[in-house]
């Protein structure tokens, strides 16, 4: 019979101490002794499950309490590798702006964190004049805004600065108004990263680059001619470093315009999205009050979407002409309230109901009421009431009743209301910073979400 070992006295072997081993005998756990290049992996994957489940904003304190297992963990955590990978996978940012990787993630997780509190600072950039001087677009980059006006002018603003006044004012080239008081109005507007460019559209077809590195008024060049005859009014203007996208309306057949931006040159022609609202695109040329025809957005990428009251439709960028998906609208769309991001795009419908569809696939992943609040608020018809709206990573935002309200995407619930009044909202946009709005009212008006920490 063997012997029984002694009371309270186990073997190293079975992972107990003996009563006078020292603690440095334990075996150490196998986890301690992870390769470097394995703990970052698996730090990367924490992030990504944590924000997967829980939001972006959870990316951080999980990958925090992650380092916090042991001193060669937290030897890892200043690997820029590491930081610059969950960056780009939590954050999808490829280059950074801060001095690090790990305090550029930093910087977006108190930006998030502070737009989903509502900390902000508010500034005036540029008070209304006139409604014949009023904005018609706008587009944000992360130093820089642009708006785009009725007369063809488009003003650049040094931000977070912005309030010092534009640093810059680029004409449109017109051939002459010929074909409506607003044919040179700017449709569209889109910042190039590399080297630093604007490029901006107007009704007419005309397209403008500008160096926005070395800026200086009236230096804007005409990229391409545009011809209102042939294709109609050039209703939205969008695109990124590799294409150009153009949505008419007035001549059937040519909804959709692809340049190269490489060589600038008209790739594909074609399409009757907008077929329906010929008349409407025409229309748009001599009305400063009438509707809004069609809106496209780069949604995702390779994807481009484009929206009228009645449809949507996603086209393959990389291959124009391709649609790869449609969907009719039964209840009708605001085309204003349209916009798209990261994947996804929203639209609201007359009936204050907003949709969430992924890209490409339009199927819907959420919804939300922007109306229901504002009615009780104001207890006014929600039909007859203008919403515009846009959305960046995570959160749309919709004025409504003059109130600039903020829902979360995903889960689809109201969060607050900006607490400034600046009465109706003509335009839109928002980057994973900024707010940027007009309104005939007051002006053109800017929130930075970062300032705050």
């Known amino acids: ?232 009014t050039l209703v939205d203007f969008t695109g990124n470093d590799r294409w150009w996208v153009g949505l008419f309306a007035g001549v059937p057949g040519r909804s959709w315009h692809v340049w190269d931006v490489a060589t600038e040159e008209l790739m594909y022609v074609g399409g009757a999205l907008t077929d329906p609202d010929a008349v409407l695109g025409w229309h748009m040329l001599t009305d400063l009050d009438g509707p809004t025809v069609a809106r496209a957005r780069m949604a995702a990428p390779g994807y481009v979407v484009g929206c009228t009251s009645s449809k949507i439709q996603v086209m393959d960028i990389n291959d124009p002409g391709d649609v790869v998906n449609e969907l009719e609208l039964v209840r009708g769309c605001i085309v204003d309230s349209m916009d798209g991001c990261e994947g996804l795009a929203i639209a609201v419908d007359w009936f204050g109901t907003a949709k969430v569809y992924s890209v490409p696939e339009l199927e819907e992943v959420g919804w939300f009421n922007v109306s229901r609040r504002a009615d009780q608020d104001q207890g006014q018809h929600r039909d007859l009431v203008r919403k515009v709206g846009c959305m960046n990573w995570g959160y749309a935002i919709v004025c409504c009743y003059g109130r600039i309200r903020v829902y979360d995407v995903v889960e689809g619930k109201f969060l607050y209301s900006f607490m400034e009044r600046i009465g109706e909202v003509r335009v839109m946009a928002v980057n994973d910073r900024f707010v940027a709005a007009w309104s005939n009212e007051t002006g053109l008006h800017l929130w930075d979400f970062q300032t705050l920490q």
């Not at 001087?133 to 488009?154: I, K, P």
């Open 1 to 232: 019979m063997s012997a029984s070992p002694p009371e309270g006295g186990g073997g190293v072997e079975d992972g107990r101490r003996r009563g006078g081993d020292p603690l440095s005998s334990r075996r150490r756990s196998a986890d301690m002794a992870w390769p470097e290049h394995f703990v970052e992996a698996v730090a990367a994957q924490v992030a990504v499950n944590a924000a997967a489940s829980d939001g972006r904003l959870a990316a951080a304190p999980a990958i925090a309490t992650f380092f916090q297992v042991c001193s060669a963990w937290r030897a890892v955590s200043q690997s820029e590798m590491l930081w610059q990978d969950i960056t780009g996978r939590i954050w999808r940012r490829q280059r950074r702006l801060a001095e690090s990787w790990q305090i550029e993630f930093a910087r977006l997780h108190c930006t998030g964190r502070n737009f989903r509190s509502r900390r902000s600072t508010h500034s005036l950039l540029l008070p209304a004049t006139s409604p014949l001087l009023a904005c018609c677009c706008l587009a944000l980059s992360d130093r820089h805004l642009a708006a785009g006006f009725l007369d063809g002018n488009v003003r650049l603003f040094d931000i977070p600065n912005g309030d010092a006044g534009p640093i810059a004012t680029y004409h449109s080239h017109p051939e002459g108004d010929r074909l409506g008081r607003f044919s040179q109005t700017v449709s569209g507007l889109l910042f190039l990263s590399g080297p630093g460019r604007l490029v901006f559209a107007c009704k007419d077809g005309n397209i403008h680059v500008a160096d926005i590195e070395h800026p200086i008024s009236g230096s804007s060049r005409r990229a391409c001619v545009g011809n209102l005859v042939e294709d109609g």
